[in-house]
């Protein structure tokens, strides 16, 4: 069975500050995707970030990175000057082609960033 | 840009009815999903469709089913619906291919069945 842990239910950062999110996920498969969502108080999911299992280099859009550990199945991420508008719960989500692309979600990790 | 509606945001329905919940894709995706959301449960998979009138049981598929008589339209039909399956329900989307393997939601229905 594939499964993805988000160890922190909660986390608070202040504004303008780094803050790490948790991901660890276990899988049997060589080929596969890793992603995190952010759903802010308006529903809406919205993918932060991707990252290929083949590809070493880890995966940076803007104010956002990981650091991508596939021996020790990581998948953790780093916001950087966080900002208010980055309040919101954090998916760690994990795909595979033999699933059909489903996705494979964690729990979530609730985001508050405070001024 | 990639939009996927779905057709209510709120809804509220009896214990016993039939419900329909709707779902339309205009980038012409393959793969289509519903997921259940609930808190401290993250999001798990009911159904998925590769293709049309294809479908797939996902993780939690007791009490409901799916119809996808059109390429753009997923719909998850609870056939009697019990409080039990009061929840948010997410559509997504899929755009495949080695590029990209991205996965599109709609805005969500929270469905109260009372």
């Known amino acids: 069975a594939q499964t993805v842990t988000q160890s922190q239910p909660e986390m608070s950062v202040q504004e303008a500050e780094t803050v790490t999110l948790s991901c660890t996920y276990d899988?049997?498969?060589?080929?596969?995707?890793l992603f995190w969502y952010k759903q802010p108080p308006s529903r809406q999911m919205i993918l932060v970030i991707r990252?290929?299992?083949?590809?070493?280099q880890n995966a940076t859009e803007n104010r956002f990175s990981v650091n991508f550990q596939k021996a020790a199945k990581s998948f953790s991420l780093k916001i950087s000057d966080s900002q208010l508008g980055d309040t919101a719960m954090y998916f760690c989500?994990?795909?595979?082609?033999?699933?059909?692309?489903?996705?494979?979600f964690g729990k979530g990790t609730s985001l508050l960033v405070t001024p | 840009d990639v939009k996927v509606t779905q057709s209510s945001r709120y809804l509220v329905k009896r214990t016993g009815e039939k419900v329909f919940l709707e779902c339309v894709q205009d980038?012409?995706?393959?793969?289509m999903f519903w997921y259940r959301q609930d808190p401290g449960l993250g999001l798990r998979l009911i159904y998925f469709?590769?293709?049309?009138?294809?479908?797939e049981k996902g993780d939690i598929p007791e009490g409901y089913s799916v119809s996808r008589e059109k390429k753009e339209r997923f719909s998850l039909i609870l056939e009697s619906a019990s409080t039990n399956q009061t929840s948010m329900y997410l559509c997504?989307?899929?755009?495949?291919?080695?590029?990209?393997?991205?996965?599109?939601f709609g805005a969500g229905t929270r469905l109260s069945v009372l």
């Open positions: 989500a994990f795909m595979t082609s033999n699933s059909g692309y489903a996705l494979n």
């Open positions: 980038m012409d995706h393959e793969n």
């Open positions: 997504a989307s899929h755009q495949g291919g080695a590029a990209k393997n991205i996965q599109y």
């Open positions: 990252q290929e299992a083949y590809k070493q």
């Open positions: 899988t049997s498969e060589s080929n596969y995707y």
């Open positions: 469709s590769y293709d049309v009138k294809m479908k």
